[in-house]
């Protein structure tokens, strides 16, 4: 009973450090892996606070980088002062996921611009040392962020779930790679999904609805809308430097080519899923189409 009342629950009626897991262990030298381990989810959680303090607060020489610290927004080189951040003028909501065991956090915004407007930004910091080796920002500016999405950011996908809801990290990391996967060969695991499984664009719902301007086309599911043909993939480059067991949060990163596009279109993608009892139930996507643009710029 328990098990049904807390899916039911996150479910919309409409629309310590764990062992370093082996996926990490082949990818991460020992040493950096330690390092990582030195920063607990406190530490993390004290480091992005200071991070997005001094980037509203227009500090952003106040942010403790590391020698050879890479600043990228939307895949790009560009210096942490002229990121999407010097445009804010408030933000109005935020959600954190921390993985103490790789090192990473993650930070997701709905910000109000200083024209009006509303973007949905998002920032991920590798900390190694006490200091930041990676800023990776994933920035929507455009008018399709959906401000009543993105200005009360959902609070369940932050819920711990109950110890028999929660899937290993390995398992997690897994069921990420096989979205992806069906990213690439249009051939999802239906068991992978709840069947009202919803994934939103910068906030604006895009499976379960009768139009939107993201995929258009008929009403699909999570899983239906990567089975059959589909006009993207494969998606390359895959990352997935959150996992977090506690709560069934991973964070993946892709850039899925459009191999039919004229221009050579590319999306980077930037995804959340909330997985609880072995199925997806929600995908907080940030997906950007972009041109010329050969790689995200990130191995590990």
Same mark, same amino acid.
């Given at each position: 009973m328990k098990r049904t009342t807390t899916l039911m629950k996150f479910l919309p009626t409409a629309p310590s450090v764990a062992c370093l897991a082996l996926s990490l262990v082949t990818t991460w030298p020992a040493v950096a892996a330690a390092q990582a381990a030195d920063c607990d989810r406190a530490c993390l959680s004290q480091t992005m606070d200071r991070f997005l303090a001094a980037m509203i607060g227009g500090k952003p020489d106040a942010v403790r980088l590391a020698q050879d610290a890479e600043v990228r927004q939307n895949t790009r080189l560009t210096p942490l002062a002229q990121t999407a951040w010097k445009d804010v003028k408030v933000v109005k909501s935020t959600m954190t996921f921390a993985d103490p065991v790789s090192g990473n956090i993650v930070a997701r915004a709905g910000v109000e611009l200083k024209n009006g407007r509303p973007?949905? $930004?998002?920032?991920?910091?590798?900390? $190694?040392?006490?200091? %930041?080796? +990676?800023?990776?920002?994933?920035? +929507?500016?455009?008018?399709?962020?959906? *401000?009543?999405?993105?200005?009360?950011?959902? *609070?369940?996908?932050?819920?711990?779930?109950?110890?028999?809801?929660?899937?290993?990290?390995?398992?997690? !990391?897994?069921?990420?790679?096989?979205?992806?996967?069906? $990213?690439? +060969?249009?051939?999802?695991?239906?068991?992978?999904?709840?069947?009202?499984?919803?994934?939103?664009?910068? #906030?604006?719902?895009?499976?379960?609805?009768?139009?939107?301007?993201? !995929?258009? #086309? *008929?009403?699909?599911?999570?899983?239906?809308?990567?089975?059959?043909?589909?006009?993207?993939?494969?998606?390359?480059?895959?990352?997935?430097? %959150?996992?977090?067991?506690?709560? #069934?949060?991973? $964070? #993946?990163?892709?850039?899925?080519?459009?191999?039919?596009?004229?221009?050579?279109?590319?999306?980077?993608?930037?995804? %959340?899923?909330?997985?609880?009892?072995?199925?997806v139930v929600q995908i907080d996507n940030i997906g950007l189409m972009m041109q010329g643009v050969a790689t995200t710029g990130y191995i590990h």
């Open positions: 973007a949905y $930004l998002s920032a991920r910091l590798r900390v $190694l040392g006490g200091k %930041i080796t +990676d800023v990776e920002m994933s920035a +929507d500016t455009s008018s399709r962020v959906v *401000p009543a999405y993105v200005f009360a950011l959902d *609070p369940r996908y932050s819920e711990v779930l109950p110890p028999e809801q929660r899937m290993s990290r390995d398992s997690l !990391e897994a069921l990420g790679r096989r979205y992806f996967l069906g $990213l690439t +060969d249009h051939h999802p695991v239906a068991e992978d999904y709840d069947d009202r499984c919803d994934r939103y664009h910068s #906030g604006q719902r895009v499976t379960n609805a009768a139009s939107n301007s993201v !995929e258009g #086309g *008929p009403p699909r599911t999570c899983f239906g809308s990567n089975n059959g043909d589909r006009p993207w993939g494969p998606a390359i480059e895959q990352r997935f430097p %959150i996992v977090d067991a506690e709560r #069934g949060i991973v $964070l #993946g990163f892709t850039l899925l080519l459009y191999p039919k596009s004229p221009n050579q279109q590319r999306m980077y993608v930037s995804e %959340i899923f909330k997985v609880v009892d072995h199925k």
